[in-house]
Each structure stands twice: as structure tokens, then as C-alpha cells.
């Protein structure tokens, strides 16, 4: 545990302690009768010292008013000063000695646990691996220098930002759209997306006459299955007007909690891939394309399926996946930003975990100004330095825990998105800006 740590929650509780103090004398003073008899011989002696009290008060008012004043402007003042280097998160956090992160455990490749079960919500990090999951690892190695001092916390849609707002999570990687409307209404703050993705639908390949047809062969006239309160339910009720107002076609968009059944996107895939005959309540599914890609690939006859909405030609609305912390605690935010802008910075200078214990190593003189300063910060403008004095090189720990974000995404999501011609993982926007992608870092 940091001292500076102690010294905060010593000062803070020392602070509310004086001025309740101060409010009881000032009520005492208002209120308190310094002639009333007393009833009991307990209240004569409490009386009498109150007495005595009071005219020593009484002639030293105007020294002990002034130095009171004083006392609570000195302790409110370097309060103040505490607040603005430290956060609450964080300080417990390094209480804990873990980061306890919010998680998805259904989505292949960005957060998922092997059997798919999640009626237990007792996980453990050995139980669930994906995208977002590294994003976990990567902020308990920038802390503590490695990827055990974390635990992972199931978060389905409708407790997520509930759950971050209590504190009762410290930060959620959960596949969640940041949007205006949540930044300001929803008490967490978001930090930098760590995934660019897009609005898709998945509907059966055998209701599609022609794949190729376009919106209407696809989805016209189908009913499509969204749950409320996530982004894609609103974006889809928006859609459903563009297309009858400018198209003239007609879909049907299906309030996933209107059924008994289905009250979540996990319970309308599963209504979605369960039903037979018709009509049916879900003929689609909407939701965000990197969810959507991992259901079909759950599939064993995935080639049964047709997404609609991930390819650019079909944009239908972006959705930007973030991590979502505690409201009003910005070096906590600034921190689950630099641990993602790390992993993007690291693949733009061409680090990674093969090479960055060399690069770390190498003689300065040998090594770039730009990844000297990137591993290796000045004293006078690291960040780092200000909230990680366990691990002194914190971008070091990252990359050799999780790699750079190129390799994060390969890694977990190789195999669920398509290659592109020339091999390579398809990685649409989720690529550096200098190629094409939406990827960038600021200087650290």
C-alpha cells in the first residue's frame, strides 16, 4: 500500500471529524444555556464545566473563532490539493492490492467463458479470456507489474453502469457504446474506445431470397429482435423510420423486454437460434457487429446465417466500444486511457511483446528519441510516475503482459473475423490512422 495513500483516508477522516466538531460547539454556543439548573447531579457537573467552558470561551471567542477559521480553511485547502493528485478508485484499488474489472463472458473473442454458462456469476480471470479481457490484464500489470491482480466481475446490459456507478467495479471493459446521451445521464465516465465497431442484424440464410439483393431481401418486412436500454435500440427505432421514410420499407423493430422470454440480446440470440416454425418473434437480432460476428461464430453451421450491417456499404450506425469508470474521478479516467493509448502507441513506434524487453535494454544511444521517452519517460513529464510508484515502468509491464493493441486484437480475434485478401485479420476502422483505421495515441 502507497503512504500517500494512508496519509489521504487519515486527512479525510481527521477533516470530517473537526468539522463536525466545530458544528456541535457553534450549535452549543446557539443553543446551550449557560444558566439553566440542572435536574441530576451528573447534569450539575456537566453544567458547571459547561460554565467554566463557556466564559473561557466567552473572553477568548474572537482568538479561538479566528483560529478555527484558519484550522478548517488549512485542512480544506490541502484536501483540495489531495484531490486533485489522487483518486478515490485508485486509492482503493492499491488498498486491495487488485483491479476489479467488469466483464462480458458471452461474446467469442472480446469477453467469453469456455462453457458459455453464466448462471454462476462466481467467475475467476482463469475462466474467461478475450479482447477486453487483455484490456483487464493490461491496467493490473500497469499498477502492480503483472496480469494476476485482477477479478473479473460478470456485468450483463442492464446492471452495468449501475454497477460502475456504486464503485462496486472498479473499471468495465463490456462491449459498451460511449454516447453522449450516457456520458452525462447514465453517473460514469467513459474513456478512450478500444474497439470502433457498427450496428448489425444476423437473420437466417434460407428467409433471404438474394443476399446480394440489398436492406429489403434481407430484412425487409422481418421482425427484429433489440433489447432496450443499449444503443442499438434506439439507433434500429431511427433506421426503422429512415427506411419506411426514404425507402419505403418496412421492418419491425422488436423491444426485446416486451416478451416474458426475452428480456436481454443473450435471451434474443437464444429465442433468435431456438425458434421453429412461424410466425416467430425474433426472424433477426440486432446488435453491435462485433457481438453479432461472435453468435454466428458460436455456430456450428454458421454458413446458415447472413449478417447484415457489417460491411461499410451497409452502415448503419457506429457504435464506439469504451471502458466505463466511476463519475468524477479523472485521474482514474486518465489512467485507463494511458493503458489504452499504450497498447496503440506500441504498435505505431513497432514495439511489441517480442521486442520490447530489447528495446528496454538497449543503450540509449542506440534507441529512437521516440521509444526512449515512450519506455523510459523523463522524470519531469511522466505521467506514469505520478500514480504507479509499485511498478516504475508500468508501459514495459503492459506490452510484455498483452502486447500492442495489434496484437491484442489478433490474437483473440483472428479466426472470428474474416481475413482480408492479403491474409491478414480483418480490422476495418480498429486500424492505425497511418493505414487507413481510426487508431491513434497522443503523445504520453
Known amino acids: 500500500m502507497q503512504f500517500e495513500t494512508i496519509i489521504q483516508d487519515l486527512w479525510q477522516e481527521i477533516l470530517v471529524a473537526l468539522i463536525l466538531a466545530t458544528l456541535g460547539l457553534l450549535l452549543g454556543a446557539l443553543f446551550w444555556d449557560p444558566e439553566s439548573q440542572s435536574s441530576t447531579p451528573i447534569q450539575g457537573v456537566l453544567n458547571q464545566f459547561g460554565k467554566d467552558a463557556w466564559k473561557y470561551c466567552h473572553k477568548k471567542r474572537d482568538y479561538i473563532l479566528l483560529a478555527t477559521v484558519f484550522l478548517l480553511a488549512a485542512l480544506l485547502a490541502y484536501q483540495f490539493i489531495l484531490a486533485g493528485s489522487s483518486s478515490r478508485t485508485l486509492n482503493h484499488v492499491l488498498r486491495e492490492g487488485k483491479v476489479t474489472c467488469g466483464v462480458n463472458v458471452v461474446t467469442p473473442g472480446f469477453g467469453f467463458k469456455g462453457d458459455n454458462s453464466i448462471q454462476n456469476k462466481d467467475i475467476t480471470k482463469d475462466d474467461v479470456e478475450g479482447f ?19 477479478e473479473p466481475v460478470y456485468l450483463n446490459e442492464e446492471e452495468r453502469f449501475e454497477e ?28 478512450p474506445p478500444n474497439f470502433y465497431d457498427q450496428l448489425a442484424i444476423l437473420v437466417h440464410a434460407k428467409d433471404v431470397v438474394d443476399p446480394s439483393g ?71 437480432v440486432a446488435s453491435d457487429s462485433s457481438q453479432v460476428v461472435g453468435e454466428k461464430f458460436k455456430r456450428t453451421n454458421p454458413e446458415d446465417y447472413i449478417i447484415y450491417g457489417d ?75 505520478k500514480i504507479t510508484k509499485e511498478n516504475p515502468y508500468p508501459v514495459l509491464s503492459i506490452i510484455e503482459t498483452v502486447g500492442n493493441y495489434g496484437e491484442i486484437y489478433e490474437n483473440n480475434l483472428k479466426g472470428i473475423y474474416p481475413d482480408e ?3 491478414e485479420v480483418k480490422r476495418g476502422a480498429n486500424k492505425l490512422v497511418k493505414y487507413g483505421g481510426a487508431l491513434i495515441s497522443p503523445p504520453l
Open 164 to 191: 460502475v456507478r456504486k464503485g462496486n467495479v472498479d473499471v468495465a471493459f463490456r462491449n459498451t457504446s460511449w454516447t453522449a446521451d450516457r456520458d452525462h445521464s447514465k453517473g460514469v465516465d467513459f474513456g
Open 214 to 284: 440489398g436492406v429489403e431481401d434481407i430484412i425487409g418486412g422481418k421482425n427484429i429482435c433489440v433489447a432496450t436500454e443499449t444503443t442499438t435500440y434506439d439507433n434500429m427505432l431511427i433506421y426503422e423510420g429512415e427506411l419506411e421514410t426514404t425507402q419505403s420499407i418496412e421492418i419491425d423493430v422488436v423491444k426485446a423486454q416486451t416478451s416474458n422470454d426475452i428480456r436481454n440480446t443473450d435471451q434474443a440470440f437464444t429465442a433468435f437460434f431456438s425458434e421453429r416454425g412461424s410466425p416467430r418473434t425474433c426472424d433477426a
Open 132 to 150: 477486453d479481457i487483455d484490456f483487464c490484464k493490461a491496467v493490473s500489470a500497469a499498477l502492480f507489474g503483472t496480469a494476476e491482480n485482477w
Open 311 to 385: 460491411d461499410p456499404n451497409e452502415f448503419i450506425a457506429a457504435e464506439l466500444l469504451s471502458p466505463i469508470v466511476p463519475e468524477n474521478d479523472s485521474l482514474w479516467k486518465s489512467l485507463i486511457a494511458q493503458v489504452v493509448y499504450t497498447t496503440i502507441r506500441a504498435e505505431e513506434l513497432e514495439i511489441n511483446q517480442d521486442n520490447v524487453r530489447g528495446f528496454f535494454n538497449a543503450p540509449s544511444d542506440t534507441v529512437g528519441p521516440l521509444t526512449k521517452n515512450f519506455l523510459k519517460p523523463d522524470k519531469s513529464h511522466n505521467f506514469w510516475k
Open 421 to 423: 485478401e492479403n491474409g
